[in-house]
């Protein structure tokens, strides 16, 4: 990994990394001033000529060949990802898997999407000339990747733009960085130039220089409204995408499974504590099964062993901080003192929050509203489907949705009228494969992930046309 000697503070020139469920050191990442960034982004530039300059199979060759070293040492990565960021081992090895996956499409897209020929003669006075286009890379791109997976979303940034033949910066969330400083040392034993991807640990100030340079062709951002909206004030002339996260509804109509929508749903709201930004937040229950369903969810949430994220058997581990649990307490307790009943859950012991379940909720309050980014459900009696389609549909903004029915009628007008990215049939909204487009509706929709999406959002076409003379 490619790293130039910045102008550190000696005062403030480590970061901690530490775990979220005991609070032990795990390690520490450098903290570049934003006097750094200009140092990052030359070092960009002159790995943007390189990477553009590999052929497209050797670039296919060094994403396959990282997923292979990833895949042989799955399990130090699962590890790290418990101890940084406090995911379950089962959910880490899983996040682990993805990555290889993602990797693998990469590799696949540097092989596959290289153009198309243009039917020029198809049109009246062109019928004498022909020719194709060519995706070309960007040239410099940043990305910012969040804690929550803190692997698999940093591949959904580099395996598209390296295939692509850019450059990359990378400023992961310094709450859970090591995984992706990894994963960048495994993408030059695997062959990849150094320059290619510069890593970019710091604060937000840094970001803010790394984002606004002139020099930068796109933004590639998950995590939050506030700071995208940020980036997006400071980006200047680039593209932008960003994944600014969700509040996902799923319905559950009478005629379903209801066992199955009980087991979905409790998996699809407290993945990753519920940090997962298609992670289930609000359930519309049709009245006919509401108290079965009730019943069957809560006693499934409070079944869930919630601890140590590194037992085999632990099913929800800590928050990222214990900041980020309390603030998820006080947002329920605000809830519980507007008229919301609490059914389970909303107790808080340093990062660690038991999984709560509400019901009664005022439509008004940020719980219903906002994305919570947490272990809470609220459920919500609904009496038909149109009415669960408005209620789905209030927030404005939106990332996935669910729902929950045998009647095909009606899966196939929800998957019509539902606002968001990615409708989920018999499925939790939290069901993502990774070749799939990934993104957001309404408020904050810039550009899709899933390798394949971002591959096209990470290059440019360039056409060449040939005029032939006349025979």
Known sequence: MNMPAFPIDPSSAFIPVTNPFDGAEVGTVVNIPPEGAQMLIQTAKDGARVCRSLSRHERARVLETCASLVER???????????????????????????VNTLKLSADEARRNSGEVVPFDAYAGSENRQGWFTREPLGVIVAITPYNDPLNLVAHKLGPAIAGGNAVVLKPSELAPLSAIKLVNYLVAAGMPSNVVSIATGGAALGEALVSSRDVRMVSFTGGFATGEK????????????????????????????????????????????????????????????EAFK??????????????????????????????????????????SQGARLLCGN?????????????????????????????????????????????????????????????????????????????????????????????????GSLGREGVRFAYEEMTQPKVVCIRKRDQ
């Open 73 to 99: 040492d799955r399990d130090a990565f699962a590890d790290l990802i418990v101890a940084e960021a406090g995911k379950t081992i089962k959910q880490a090895k899983k996040e682990v898997l993805r990555c």
């Open 347 to 443: 107790t808080q012991e340093g990062s660690v929050y038991a999984p709560a379940v509400l019901e009664d909720v005022s439509f008004e309050c940020d719980l219903w509203k906002q994305e919570i980014f947490s272990p809470v459900v609220v459920l919500q009696r609904i009496e038909t489907l149109d009415e669960a389609l408005s209620l789905a549909n209030s927030p404005e903004y939106s990332l996935h949705a669910g729902i929950f029915t045998h009647d095909l009628h009606a899966a196939l007008k929800a998957a019509d009228k539902l606002e968001a990215g990615g409708v989920m049939i018999n499925d939790s909204s939290d069901y993502r494969f990774d070749a799939m487009p990934f993104g957001g509706f309404k408020y």
């Open 231 to 290: 980036i997006a004030r400071s980006a200047g002339l680039k593209k932008l995408a960003m994944d600014l996260g969700g509040n996902a509804p799923v319905i559950v109509l009478g005629d379903c499974d209801l066992e199955d929508a009980v087991e979905s749903c409790v998996s699809g709201a407290f993945w990753a504590a519920g940090q997962n930004c298609i992670g289930t937040q609000r359930i519309l229950i049709q009245s006919s099964v509401y």
């Open 295 to 336: 019943e069957r969810f809560v006693a499934g949430t409070k079944a869930l062993k919630v601890g140590n994220p590194a037992l085999p058997d632990t099913d929800v581990g800590p928050m990222i901080t214990a900041q980020s649990a309390a603030r998820t307490k006080g947002v329920v307790d605000a809830a519980i």
